[in-house]
């Protein structure tokens, strides 16, 4: 059975459909990376599916927890937030806490989510700290982080409310190039480990490596999915090609 | 001179009450401005609305007008509150409004993505605000409300209209004994003055304290 399991979402931001009817299914264990131009609306797809954007219509379940989109009421409020617990999310622009240092950050979600005491969520954080190979760097605040350091600290956040499927929306695309590497490596390192990911990016390598399927989005609909091999090789739509050929450049 | 020195305990006496006004006014400003400001922010509309009416109306109308209305006005309606409960009430009222819309612009301030951080999270929202978004806020707000402060402070003199003796009343009430009006209000302007700035010095040394960690 999928994990994660989409159906029918629709987004509409004023009078354009962002997202239309998109259904998508991921198997556990399994990587996905979702490729696209600009605009197609990958980032709201990633945000529907915790609802940090609300779809106008549509199903998410994630890990057997079924939300539907609808009018908020405190019941779904709930549910809403169990499914966040369950998914972590990684964001272009790390959106670490800047008054708290890199082991605090970590902390946040157990200590306040999960109520975990000071010392179970410092242990669990540095342990994460570890992993993600910053041990160094724990009492360092974000401002003093390269971005590929905040990126990785922001992996570990997410990681420390140990979810069962990780989104990440563009992980490196904010960062210099000499700093793509290393975060790749922590995303890297944790699907060998079995974790469920969905990956919104254009790292053509990391997703000919990783990805257990590709996904190619264009306004607001799913065109293209199949293997990274089958993709990138031999796209069947003429938009795929383009972009394709574009993104090579 | 040996005015100025006589006068000297009796003033010190009443300013004592002058910050003291000032402060639990203060302390209650913060916490109607915090509740209004998020009203402000909330996406209840009558929220919304009724925190702008609120802010309009105070800031819109004169201190003194608020203080006769909770002093003199409020007996009418049955509530009658002693000189001291009615200045705190009314300036606590005033310091509110103007510290809600420095809340406000500290809050929207705080980029987008604090919040959504911490909704990925599993975070409510009233758990996001208190240990994520309001942190921030505190540096941001800092200087306005260092200002608010001060000028609370000197706003206390307008209580003295409501019989608190409070320093400006209580060196009304030295002249009238001694007809001395330059120089005490002149010894009064320079106690307000040294509250003032030395409030104002204490205020530039938490902002350097609270911008430790900041590098934009
Ligand atoms: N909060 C929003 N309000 C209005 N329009 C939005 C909002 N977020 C995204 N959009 C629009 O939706 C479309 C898809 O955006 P997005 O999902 O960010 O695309 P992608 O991540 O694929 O670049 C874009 O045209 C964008 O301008
Ligand atoms: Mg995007």
Not at chain 2, 47 to 69: E, K, N, W
Request: charged letters at 20%.
């Amino acid at each position: 059975m999928a994990i994660i399991e989409v159906s029918g979402i629709h987004k509409k931001f004023g009078n354009s459909e962002v997202l239309k009817d998109i259904c998508l299914e991921v198997e556990e264990s399994q990587v996905v990376v979702i490729m696209g131009p600009s605009g197609s609306g990958k980032s709201t797809l990633l945000r529907c599916m915790t609802f940090l954007e609300e779809p106008d219509a549509g199903v998410v379940r994630m890990d057997g927890l079924e939300v539907q989109a609808g009018s908020p009421d405190r019941y779904r409020h709930k549910l809403i937030r169990q499914l966040r617990q369950n998914t972590g999310f990684v964001f272009q622009h790390f959106n670490l806490f800047p008054h708290k240092t890199a082991l605090e950050n970590i902390m946040e979600g157990p200590l306040v989510v999960k109520k975990a005491s000071e010392k179970e969520a410092k242990e669990l954080a540095e342990e994460l700290l570890r992993k993600v190979g910053l041990s160094d760097r724990a009492s360092h605040y974000p401002a003093l982080l390269s971005g590929g350091q905040q990126q990785r600290v922001a992996i570990a956040r997410a990681l420390a409310m140990q979810p069962k499927v990780m989104l990440y929306d563009e992980p490196t695309s904010a960062l210099d190039p000499e700093l793509v590497r290393e975060v790749l490596q922590v995303m890297k390192a944790l699907a060998n480990e079995g974790m469920t990911m969905v990956v919104v990016t254009h790292e053509m390598a990391f997703a000919k490596e990783v990805a257990d399927r590709v996904i190619f989005m264009d306004d607001g609909y799913v065109v293209e999915d199949g293997t990274a091999k089958e993709i990138f090789e031999s796209p069947v739509e003429e938009r795929t090609r383009k972009f394709l050929n574009a993104i090579a450049i | 001179m040996l005015l100025l020195i006589d006068s000297l305990p009796i003033l010190a006496q009443a300013a004592v009450i002058t910050v003291f006004l000032a402060i639990v006014s203060m302390v209650m400003g913060l916490i109607i401005g915090l509740f209004v400001a998020l009203a402000r922010i909330s996406s209840n509309q009558w929220f919304r609305r009724l925190a702008m009416a609120y802010v309009s109306l105070i800031r819109g109308t004169p201190l003194l007008v608020q203080i006769y209305v909770v002093y003199y006005g409020l007996p009418q309606v049955g509530i009658s509150l002693d000189p001291i409960p009615s200045g705190i009430l009314a300036l606590s009222i005033n310091a509110g409004a103007y510290l809600s819309e420095s809340f406000r612009a500290a809050i929207e301030s705080v980029d987008k993505g604090q919040m959504e951080a911490s909704f990925s999270l599993g975070m409510t929202y009233p758990e996001a605000l208190r240990r994520i978004i309001l942190p921030q806020c505190i540096r941001t707000a800092l200087p306005t409300v260092g200002n608010t402060f001060i000028g609370l402070l000197k706003d206390t003199s307008l209580v003295s209209v409501i019989t608190v003796t409070e320093l400006l009343q209580s060196a009304s009430l030295i002249i009238a004994r001694t007809f001395q009006p330059l120089l005490l209000y002149l010894e009064v302007g320079f106690i307000y003055w040294v509250f003032s700035t030395g409030f104002s010095m204490i205020q530039d040394r938490i902002e350097l304290r609270a911008a430790r960690h900041v590098r934009k």
